[in-house]
């Protein structure tokens, strides 16, 4: 929601100082950073496909060997199983232990062309044009009264979430929409992070290595539209 980039490297060596393991989302991360499972040494690593531009309803879970070959499978199905009996079921070595049943074959389609796309791309380039956005869309956002943008740490990732003083998120989202401007509205799956700041919810505004100058401007002009209307 805040857009922060954490010290997740530092995170995991003092968990595993502590024989923690770390499982880490990535879900955030794998559209706007190069990312390395072995240098960070987490034990287990997340990632939906659709933060990826990818298709929903599949994702990916990276686990240790040493992890994966001491968990039992979570659900029974086809190809999970190395052989089964009346006595006892020999399931198969990860990671087929952990896919019962008929895989998404048209998302796992999908996923493996997004990682392509992105794995082709420049995303250093990418970074430093979405970093020079962001700074430009904070800039703009700064110039509406009323309006208090969360979390301003340097070196964040390219997401803006705010409130407007006086309007409720789901309101200002309606109009926004209504403006041709998509963003999202709600706790973003952070309540005690609402709680925090002692609001019902907010208002984010994504930026991606797709979007433009433009599109802030217009962003920022369904801003002012709504303020009129809703204050």
């Not at 995170?11 to 499972?37: F, K, N, S, T, Y």
């Not at 006892?88 to 232990?97: C, D, G, I, L």
Request: aromatic share 8%; proline share 6%.
């Amino acid at each position: 929601m805040l857009g922060t980039i954490n010290p997740v490297a530092e995170i995991v060596r003092i968990a595993h100082r502590h024989d923690v393991p770390v499982l880490i989302d990535g879900a955030q991360a794998l559209a706007h950073l190069r990312v390395d499972v072995q240098a960070l040494d987490c034990d287990f690593y997340c990632f939906s496909a659709h933060k990826m531009f990818g298709p929903t309803g599949i994702g990916v879970l990276y686990g240790k060997a040493s992890w994966l070959e001491s968990m039992p499978p979570y659900q029974g199905g086809g190809e999970m199983i190395r052989s089964v009996s009346f006595e006892k079921t020999v399931f198969a070595e990860p990671p087929q232990r952990f896919e019962a049943g008929t895989p998404p074959i048209a998302g796992a389609v999908g996923l493996g062309a997004a990682i392509d796309y992105l794995g082709g791309m420049d995303l250093e380039s990418a970074a430093r044009y979405e970093k020079g956005l962001l700074e430009y869309a904070t800039t703009r956002l700064h110039e509406l009264p009323g309006l208090r943008i969360l979390g301003e740490t340097p070196d964040k990732a390219p997401v803006l979430s705010f409130v407007m003083e006086g309007v409720h998120p789901h309101d200002l989202g309606t109009v926004l929409d209504g403006q041709g401007v998509a963003v999202r509205v709600g706790h973003h799956c952070a309540m005690p992070l609402m709680d925090f700041f002692g609001i019902p919810a907010a208002t984010r505004a994504s930026l991606a290595f797709y979007n433009t100058a433009a599109e802030v401007d217009r962003l920022v002009e369904g801003l002012r539209h709504a303020r009129g209307l809703l204050t």
